[in-house]
């Protein structure tokens, strides 16, 4: 998985989660501060917007405001974006990630595929 496979799979983990989000805040009040949350996690895909600056802005707010949502966000998508997102990690989630990263980028020197779902399993020695 090169640089751009990774960030179109982190994209994807985003859409996935901002639209469970928006289809959990549907049914709320017009008014209600997690619509708003939800919409802006939607438009975080937006072309042009900056999903490293904006990203972890609405990660703080997910996790303060609405900490019975966190569990519902990807872990990935913390290491991910990295800077302020990594202090909801425990260090050694953040040890995990950082040696999946390496691979990940040591497959990508040479030319592999690598499969991102299938290897914090494998790393755990899960299967």
Not at 28 to 34: E, G, R, V
Not at 52 to 57: F, H, K
Not at 97 to 117: C, I, P, S, V, Y
């Amino acid at each position: 998985m090169d640089d751009a496979q990774y960030l179109d799979y982190c994209r994807g983990l985003l859409r996935d989660f901002a639209a469970d989000l928006v289809t959990r805040a549907d049914t709320l009040a017009d008014d209600d501060p997690l619509r708003e949350l939800s919409a802006a996690f939607s438009a975080l895909l937006a072309e042009g917007e900056d999903i490293y600056r904006t990203g972890p802005l609405l990660v703080a707010r997910l996790f303060t405001t609405y900490p019975e949502l966190a569990p519902l966000f990807p872990r990935q998508l913390l290491w991910f974006l990295g800077g302020d997102c990594l202090h909801y990690m425990p260090d050694e989630e953040i040890e995990q990630f950082q040696r999946l990263e390496e691979l990940r980028l040591a497959a990508a020197r040479r030319g592999e595929t690598f499969d991102l779902r299938g290897a914090p399993s494998k790393l755990l020695n899960l299967q």
